[in-house]
């Protein structure tokens, strides 16, 4: 008897296009895109009653101030904003590399930066009445909402000096912006380039509770 | 009066051909109808824009807050809520939500707790200060304002 040349009994394909669909739509479906991206921000710790409050002077040319009201209309500076974030983004920029009366700190750093952002500074800083320069208390943003200020609007500013503070640091180590934002921290050489970046000038953000 | 005739060169069986589909798309419909989230999200959530994105290294710290209007608006009022877990709740109860959040990290880890707050963009700033002021006294001060990445116009 042949039994070899028995015909074996198909498997019907036809309805494999169906199956792989339905897996398809059923990741499609399951997968929730995590949105674990935003804006970090450090809250200053809770008044300690029994700490008296220290009365640190700081100079009006070394806060730049944003104030927002509650029909969402900006003062920065003293003066009725009307430009674009992209534009607050370059004043808070032009205001932390501003090096108007540099501390020895301040030309130490000043050294250091590429020649790009000399260039830079010399061109749009050395203002007298702006920051001294971008050392800690030194050069303070500063900003206030009010309480009807709508959240959109405080992301806006919140992203605009962040935005100022990590073109900084990125053109300080010669990356892009972006490329700063992808640094990878646990990388200890990207560590190392985070740290340059970051070394003597703090985020000086200050945020103001709204009233 | 003419007699109908059967015909009989029609098959009589039922094609089963499609049977394992059927059987797949009712396992899949059960599947997918199988709740999986943790939370139902009551409010508005239209996230804002923004470019200079950070993004949380590690995921078990991270505790959401969602802030917006209510989607139920007959039920709730236009106001916006404040909304953990699957309830809505005061300002006056974020302390004990932090704490809580805070006794399932490890001891060590307690001041690393990152609170992700998931604002609608038409809030106002005066609820998030509230809730800001709240986790200050809660000692949670790391502060994640979820945003989505805003590709630059140009």
Partial sequence: MPRGKKKLPEVSSGSMADIAFLLLIFFLVTTTIANDKGILLRLPPPPDPLQEQLDIKIPDRNIFTILANSKDQLLVEGEPFEGSMDDLKNDVKKFILNFGKPTPDGIEIYNSLPPQMKAFVNANGRNPESSDDPTSLKSIVSFKSARGTSYDLYVGILDAMNAAYNEVYASRVGITTEEWLSL????????????????GIPRAISIAEPD | MPKFKKNSKT?????????????????????????????????????????????????????????????NVSLYGSEPKIQINDVFITEEDIIGFVNTEKDKLDEVERDQITMSMKVDVDVKMGIISDVQQELRKANALKILYSTIKRVAEK
């Fill in chain 1, 184 to 199: 990878d921290r646990s990388n200890s050489m990207q560590k190392e380039m985070y740290n340059r970046g970051r070394s």
């Fill in chain 2, 11 to 71: 098959s009589e069986d039922i094609p089963t051909a499609a049977l394992p589909d059927i059987i797949f798309m009712l396992l899949f419909f059960f599947m997918v109808t199988t709740v999986m989230r943790e939370t139902d999200i009551m409010v508005k959530q239209k996230i804002p824009r923004a470019t200079q994105l950070t993004k949380i290294e590690r995921k078990s710290l991270v505790s959401y807050i969602y802030v917006g209007e209510p989607k």
